[in-house]
């Protein structure tokens, strides 16, 4: 990984330039740090976000002991070579307080299923303990195909009648599994989404 060009740290009597860190995919500002020239580097060479602590007065890799690291997609310097913004990817809460931003707000993206599907890759990943999504996954696909069937069913059961919460709730469930789905065979709703665009434009 490499930037365009290199920042000017010495306009700074420390030596700290600031970095603002944004969700690559959300485009939520996470938070603000600052980086000496080696705290940059070392963030190029690993591809996690890594900043001078001045509290720790020494580096620090962003999530090195919650395992919340920042994988870093792109860095640009701005119009003076003065400060950062890196897009990346966090896996996990940014702030230390748990929550998702240093300012308290909410990291998901407009449309809630991009969100959802994030979640659910979050959990298969991590492997959390007690977790629905995890035990379908380990479960496999004939598991996860079989759940998707069964919500399915139940959909077209309460379709016939007229009770609309319980309608939208079996619609939710078959919704959510069908993510689940999508995800194990490597796949999520944008590839649904180009065959449905592929289809309307021929």
């Known amino acids: 990984m490499q930037i365009t060009s290199r920042i000017t740290f010495s306009k700074y009597a420390d030596g700290l330039a600031p970095a603002v860190i944004q969700d690559a995919d959300t485009h939520k500002v996470l938070m603000l740090g600052f980086m000496n020239a080696e705290a940059l580097d070392k963030t190029l060479s690993t591809g996690r976000v890594t900043f001078f602590s001045r509290s720790k007065n020494r580096l620090w890799t962003k999530g090195e002991e919650s395992g919340h690291f920042l994988e870093v997609r792109s860095i640009?310097?701005?119009?003076?070579n003065d400060s950062l913004l890196i897009k990346a990817h966090p896996l996990g809460p940014v702030c230390h307080t748990g929550a998702d931003?240093?300012?308290d707000e909410r990291n998901h993206p407009e449309d809630f299923l991009d969100y959802l599907e994030g979640i659910i890759n979050l959990r298969k990943q991590a492997g959390a303990e007690g977790s629905?999504?995890?035990?379908?996954?380990?479960k496999?696909?004939?598991?996860?195909?079989q759940k998707?069937?069964?919500?399915?069913?139940?959909?077209?059961?309460?379709?016939?009648?007229n009770n609309n919460e319980r309608f939208l709730d079996e619609a939710a469930d078959?919704?959510?599994h069908y993510l689940v789905l999508l995800n194990h065979k490597?796949?999520?709703?944008?590839?649904?989404?180009?065959?449905?665009?592929?289809r309307h434009s021929s």
Do not use: M, R
Request: charged fraction near 25%.
């Open 76 to 80: 640009a310097p701005d119009c003076d």
């Open 101 to 103: 931003t240093c300012w």
């Open 132 to 138: 629905y999504v995890k035990s379908l996954f380990d």
């Open 140 to 145: 496999g696909i004939n598991t996860i195909a």
């Open 148 to 161: 998707v069937g069964e919500e399915a069913v139940e959909l077209v059961i309460e379709a016939k009648d």
């Open 174 to 176: 078959l919704l959510f």
């Open 186 to 198: 490597g796949h999520n709703l944008q590839s649904v989404k180009n065959v449905l665009i592929k």
